[in-house]
């Protein structure tokens, strides 16, 4: 349980880390996942849509 705490500090540290040091580039990853989720949704719902009609 111990080294799951330690792990979480560290990934939250290198977070923090990576925000300040590069932030063009991190705002760039957030918007890549975020593209990613809104582009499988439309996939989804346009899957659902097919099935439906």
Known sequence: MQVKK???YLAVAFVVFYLFTKPAEAASAVNGVF???IRGADQ??????RVLT
């Open 35 to 37: 593209d990613g989720i």
């Open 44 to 49: 989804l719902a346009l899957f659902f849509t």
């Open 6 to 8: 330690i792990l979480t």
